[in-house]
């Protein structure tokens, strides 16, 4: 069935450092990829996405790759600091499927991330 | 905009008593959804709609029911609450070119 995991369910890192958080995807047929980030008693914030056309899209301080051959994604978070300390998913969508399909967000585990002063 | 709403923010249910949790968007989305999200877990998809009048089942629909009679609103009601329905609800709407928005969450507690 479809599903969107991660390798490493928690991340500790010094202020400064880079950060890099994975998450696998099996289905085949997602082409629109998005990390969010949770921070502590609210709702999911969009951080930065990607369509299955690309390897690489930059944002601020972050940047997402992405490997279709190994149906694998990641965020590098540059020169972490203390607020970015929070869980982070990954989210796929398959935007070409048919039936209701293309409107199902599907997210993965979730990586929490702590940032050491 | 006020983005995506629910109401309410909080709630204590007993076993076998009924509730709907209402969600509301503001930005003409066409895609909704509802997720549970319980301690330490991942978002976990309960129902979606792709419109008006289109509803489908999520990862976890049972015990849950939606229907979608406008645009604007997605509520989700809970048939006959159980204590594992206890967990921090959210809702999320979208466009087929765009992020999800999610609204704050609705924390239940069923006793």
């Known amino acids: 069935g479809e599903s969107v995991g991660l390798h490493l369910p928690t991340l500790s890192v010094q202020e400064g450092d880079n950060s890099i958080i994975n998450c696998a995807y099996s289905n085949s047929a997602s082409d629109y990829f998005i990390w969010y980030k949770q921070e502590s008693g609210k709702g999911p914030q969009f951080i930065i996405d990607?369509?299955?056309?690309?390897d690489k899209r930059q944002g601020q301080r972050v940047t997402v790759l992405l490997n279709k051959t190994v149906k694998h994604l990641s965020l590098q978070i540059a020169a972490t600091q203390p607020g970015d300390s929070a869980v982070y998913f990954c989210?796929?969508?398959?935007?070409?499927?048919?039936?209701?399909?293309?409107?199902?967000?599907?997210f993965g585990q979730g990586t929490i991330l702590t940032v050491h002063p | 905009n006020a983005g995506v709403t629910q109401t309410p923010k909080f709630q204590v249910l007993k076993t076998g008593q009924s509730m709907t949790l209402q969600c509301a968007q503001d930005m003409n989305h066409e895609y909704m959804s509802w997720y549970r999200q319980d301690p330490g877990m991942g978002l976990r998809l309960i129902h979606y709609?792709?419109?008006?009048?289109?509803?489908d089942q999520g990862e976890v629909p049972n015990g849950y029911n939606v229907s979608r009679s406008t645009t604007e609103d997605f509520p989700l009601r809970l048939l006959s609450a159980a204590p594992s329905q206890t967990s921090v609800y959210f809702c999320a709407s979208f466009d087929r070119n765009t992020e999800a928005f999610f609204g704050q969450g609705t924390r239940l507690t069923v006793v």
């Open positions: 989210a796929e969508r398959s935007q070409g499927a048919g039936g209701t399909s293309y409107g199902k967000l599907t």
């Open positions: 709609s792709v419109g008006a009048g289109i509803t």
């Open positions: 990607i369509r299955s056309n690309m």
